[in-house]
């Protein structure tokens, strides 16, 4: 918790707003990911992940993403890796980690996610993952 406080403080760099998002998640802290979420966010899940398709509003992020993911997956983890940063864009080279809790199988998985910032907020966000290896690892 003193960690993300601290994190909290910072600038509102697009970098270091996403890293806050990527805090609060990590710490399971949906309100403080909320809050790094411009009211209009549109956030897309890829096509072929379970979660596939665009999610809007901070609350309508977190409950369709984030929750669902806690119920499914035990300890899903994203790990932002490195920062690629130009403007109001932010690419994250990241690792997803998680085990499926149907089917016991764990997943280790590299992803981008593409970020676009904008007063302090995230207005846009776009995910790249290798779909098969979720879907092997939440098949029976």
């Known amino acids: 918790m003193g960690l993300i406080a601290k ?3 910072l600038a ?3 970098r270091e707003v996403v890293r806050r998002q990527y805090l609060a998640s ?4 949906l309100e403080a990911l909320r809050a790094t979420l411009a009211p209009d966010v549109e956030w897309t899940e890829m096509a072929g992940f379970p979660l596939a398709g665009t999610y809007r509003t901070p609350t309508g992020v977190t409950s369709g993403v984030m929750e669902r993911l806690g119920q499914d997956w035990a300890d899903w983890t994203a790990h932002d ?4 940063v130009e403007g109001e864009n932010v690419v994250v080279l990241a690792r997803y980690s998680a085990t499926h809790r149907a089917t ?3 997943m280790k998985v590299r992803v981008a996610h593409h ?7 995230i207005v846009r966000f776009e995910q ?4 098969a290896l979720v879907r092997d690892a939440a098949s029976a």
Do not use: C, H, M, Q
């Not at 990590?26 to 802290?29: I, K, N, P, R, T």
């Not at 890796?81 to 690629?84: G, K, T």
């Not at 970020?115 to 907020?121: H, Q």
């Open 12 to 14: 509102d760099s697009p």
């Open 26 to 29: 990590a710490a399971g802290d």
């Open 7 to 9: 994190e909290l403080n």
């Open 128 to 131: 790249f993952v290798d779909t």
């Open 115 to 121: 970020f676009i910032v904008r007063g302090g907020l």
């Open 104 to 106: 016991g199988k764990a």
């Open 81 to 84: 890796d490195r920062y690629v």
